[in-house]
Every structure is written in structure tokens, then in C-alpha cells.
């Protein structure tokens, strides 16, 4: 693994900040370096004007020099030189092709010595993008070591000021004409984050970084139109307008819709909403508590949000109609697991959920919804049977999970015994065969092939399903189906789903009901209908189903 990390140091007098902020930054990135030397190989960079060349320790290497700023694109009330955010990055791609993250910090953030061992960490659990949050100390007084301010127990900080970042994304970021030195760099560089990023996360309390006191003067400082802080949250509505427009989740969406919000306010009034919603959107997100996020209102946080007439108040309009989808959930195939998933790709107020503990009724409560609510659905998830596009939109189409039958059946049954839903099964202590024969459960008698062809207990009897029916089920699968997943294969399920339904989401899995009680054994399964042939009537529609649908998968997730 190869990381290259990006700074832009700056020759400053010794009244500034930066003065002694910096060389305790290069310092700490040099020990962070070779603290991590045996675990990832970190190449330390700059971006730097002619001008700043003396400032700048040899164990960096320098870029090509920066050739424009922000003074090229307008006239402001100060004549810093502040570097464009794409020729920062443009920069740090260019200069080690091999590289596979790119970090880039603030020049006055200085990291402790297991900054970059942490990073490896994480990137190896799959995150593509990580924002980190400083830690503030303030020291005493100046006369310090390094030693002792890796010591001092510092405060979370609110800024976003450190960001890692997988190559392959780099191309894809918009920043417009934004610029660094000057706030909202963060939310520029976060947003875009959410957008691309498949697997984000947001440290706000890691310790991996730290700043030598609480810069927070500036967001008291009277605000103009000619102030580059008001050009470059002008630069952060036209980033996150772009993205939105080009958006298709809902969770990302509200997120980015959020932060437009707090960027107009701004820029209308001159001035920062005292609790920003967006910031609360954020650590939901990056939680993955996709189903809080959506419950709030825009508004909620702060009241001045809803009463200052901000023209994308309302996050509906920016909500563009995709095809409606079915996820038929099948029992004991992995459904449950997939539900954060969901919640994570569709707006929660056009999801209808079938009630698993009462299906049917639950089922006709959804086809008895007024026409207008029906057509206005892009998912309708839970226990049902096939045949639901025909109340949805002409375009819906079904995605699934299948499983092994014997593997399915045998979880069926060990669950249905460890939560005594019929109590006949511990009441008589039912083995399988018994079981199977009761009819308790219409889930068990090929119950996959059930609910791909609409087949209740009421049209077809119990023992009644046959190799028809498995034909059926597979021209359903065919033609109806855009997707279909397997249980043995969880995790390229999910990247097939994500593939072929347009996800941008894909949280950390959530393993639910799942069954403890191990009351059969697959084993015995396979041997009990090895030994009692008539018994196979119960899964051979089944199999054949699963035959297709296993060959299916495996070549469509061969050309992912």
C-alpha cells in the first residue's frame, strides 16, 4: 500500500500563526512516517509558490510550483494568494502514479505518530474515503516539546480538516474554482466524498491529529461580498448543485440538500446559521443511521432554517423518480440483513413495507392504497407473493435473495422452533418429517418457488408443488427480475444489487435474524432425504430454482 500526503506550506511572518504551526507539522509527519515504515510506504509531498521554497524541509518533495490563485478570479478585500483545490490534487495525482490514497491536511495540522499505521487500518477494511477530525491542545505556555504536546489531553474539534482519499475517485471530484485558506474547504471536500465514495467514514474523535489551540475568530468576523470566505461558499453551491443533480440516493441527497442549505443561508444573510442541520445529517450518514436522517426535518435543528425563505427549503424537488423495485422477501434467504441497505437507497416516505408477522393482511392493506400513493412507491419490500408490479408503476421490477433449500429449510425450521411461533412444533415436538407434513408453515414446502409464483396455501394445497411450478419460477426470475442474489454469496449480492438497481449506498452489513437455536443439523438434513425419497417433494422445485438461479449469478458477477 502506497500513501502520498499533500500540504501547501506557506512563508508567513512571525506574527502568523503558521509560524510555528508548520514546522511542528512537517515534524510530526516525518516521525508518523517512520513510525509506520514496516506496515505502509508514505510519500510526503508539498504545493508550494516560488516564494515558499526556504520554508520547506528536505524530506518533502515539491511539486510543480502553483501558478494561479484565487486573486485570478476576482477582486476581494485582501490580496492573499490562496491555491485552487484542483491543482492541489491535480498535483499530488501526478506526481506518484502508483499511489493508491491521496491525504491531504491543513499545513497546521499536525498528526501523532500513529496516524498513518491507523490510516493503513482502515483502509484495509475497505473504506475508499476517511475525513478525520482534529484534537485541540492548548498548551500552558510556548515552551514546549514535541513529546509533551503528544501528551496533553486535548478536546474534539468541530473542524474538518484532514481527508483521505482513494485515487480512483480523485478524477471524478468537482470543486469548481474553490480555493484553501479560507472556510468551507471541509464541506467542499466532504460532499464530494459522499457522493463518490462507496464506503465512507467520518472520524470525529480518533486522535490522530492534533492543532495548537481553538482557532474559532473567524467565524465571528464580519462577512462582504468581496471576502473570500463569501467567494468560496459561492464556489461550495455551485459543487453541491452539480452533485445533487447527479444523485440518485435519497440518503446522500438529503445530505448534500442539507449543506446547500447552510451554504444559501450564508450567502443570503451574510452570515452562519448558529446550529447547522447539516452538520447533525452528517454524523447520521456516516453513522449509517440512515433511518434517523430521514425522519428530520431540515428545519428541525434550528427553527431559522424553515423562516428564511431559502429557495430549496423544500428537498422534495431535488428527489428524481427512479424505476419502482420489489425486493421479494424471501424467508430465510438473508433478507432481513439487507434492510440498512434499503433504508440506505430509497426515501423513506416511498417505501412500503409488507409486515412479515401478518403478510397477507399486510399485503392487501398495500393493494387497497389509493392509486396515487401505489404509483408513487419506488420500493415495496417484505413477505409477499409475486404479482405486485401490476399495483405499481408500468416500469417496477423484482430483485430477491435465494438460498440452498436443504440450508434454507433447516434455518426455517430451527428458527420457527427456537421463537415457538406455532406452538404445535414444540408442543408435539415435530422432527422435520412431521413438520414438513403439519402445513404450519407454507414457507416450508418450497417456499421459494411458492412466492415467485404466487402460490398460497389457499390455490395450491400443501405437498402440491411440482416441477410446473419451478418452471414458472424461473420464467419469472427471467423476465421479471432484475437482480437476484444468493445467501452463500452475501457480499457479492450486494454488489450485483448495487450494480443492477443503481445503489449508491452500501453500509457495513447488519447481520440479523439470524437463528442460535441449532436443533437440525444440515448433515442430518441431507440424510434424512437421502433415506426418505417422498419427502424431496417438499424442496425439488425448489432446487430447480436454485439450480438457474446459482448459474445466473455466477456469470453475472463474472462481468461486474
Known sequence: MRLLHIVNPVKVGKTSDLYQAQPITFETMRRAKEFAADEVAVNLVTTQYPEDHSIIPEFFTKTKDLDRSILDFGTFNKSKKLPLLKDIFKRATDQDPAVDYIIYTNVDIALYPNFYSTIAAYIKSGYDAICINRNTIIPENDDYTLSELYGLKGSDHEGIDCFVIKKTLIPHLKFNNAV?????????????????????????????????????????????ETSMLFYNYNQLKIVLEE???????????????????????????????????????????????????????????????????????????????????????????????????LDANYKKDNIFVI??????????????????????????????????????????????????????????????????????????????????????????DNGMTRLLTNNDFDKLPNGMVNEIHALQAIE??????????????????????????????????KMDNKTNKKILEKAEAESFFNNNESFSRYINADVMVYRYAKKRFLEEVKNL
Not at 400 to 424: A, C, F, G, H, V
Open 180 to 224: 484553501i485558506g479560507t472556510g468551507p474547504v471541509g464541506l467542499i471536500l466532504i460532499s464530494n466524498l459522499i457522493h463518490f465514495a462507496e464506503k465512507f467514514i467520518w472520524l470525529r474523535s480518533s486522535n490522530l491529529t492534533f492543532h495548537i489551540g481553538d482557532d474559532k475568530n473567524w467565524l465571528h468576523k464580519k462577512v462582504s
Open 243 to 341: 452533485l445533487i443533480a447527479k444523485e440518485v440516493s435519497y440518503v446522500k441527497m438529503d445530505v448534500l440538500i442539507s449543506i446547500l442549505e447552510h451554504a444559501k443561508y450564508f450567502l443570503e444573510h451574510l452570515k452562519f446559521l448558529e446550529k447547522p442541520v447539516h452538520r447533525k445529517k452528517l454524523m447520521l450518514y456516516s453513522d449509517h443511521k440512515y433511518d434517523e436522517l430521514l425522519k428530520m426535518e431540515h428545519g428541525e435543528l434550528n427553527p431559522m432554517v424553515v423562516d428564511s425563505n431559502l429557495s430549496f427549503n423544500k428537498k422534495s424537488s431535488y428527489f428524481k423518480k427512479q424505476d419502482p423495485n420489489i425486493f421479494l422477501h424471501i424467508h430465510k434467504c438473508g433478507g432481513t440483513s439487507l434492510m440498512n441497505c
Open 355 to 444: 409486515d412479515g408477522s401478518n403478510y397477507r393482511e399486510s399485503y392487501a392493506a398495500f393493494k387497497n392504497l389509493n392509486s396515487k400513493k401505489r404509483k408513487s412507491l419506488d420500493l415495496l419490500r417484505g413477505h409477499h407473493f409475486y404479482g405486485s408490479h401490476e399495483y405499481l408503476r408500468d416500469s417496477a421490477k423484482y430483485f430477491t435473495m435465494l438460498r440452498e433449500p436443504i440450508s434454507r429449510l433447516i434455518s426455517l425450521y430451527n428458527y420457527l422452533r427456537e421463537i415457538d411461533l406455532y406452538k404445535d412444533i414444540n408442543k408435539k415436538e415435530m422432527d422435520l418429517a412431521k413438520f414438513l407434513e403439519s402445513g404450519l408453515a407454507m414457507a416450508a
Open 476 to 509: 419469472n426470475l427471467e423476465k421479471q427480475f432484475v437482480a437476484v442474489g444468493l445467501t452463500e454469496n452475501f457480499e457479492e449480492s450486494l454488489s450485483l444489487f448495487k450494480n443492477n438497481l443503481g445503489w449508491k449506498v452500501l453500509p457495513d452489513l
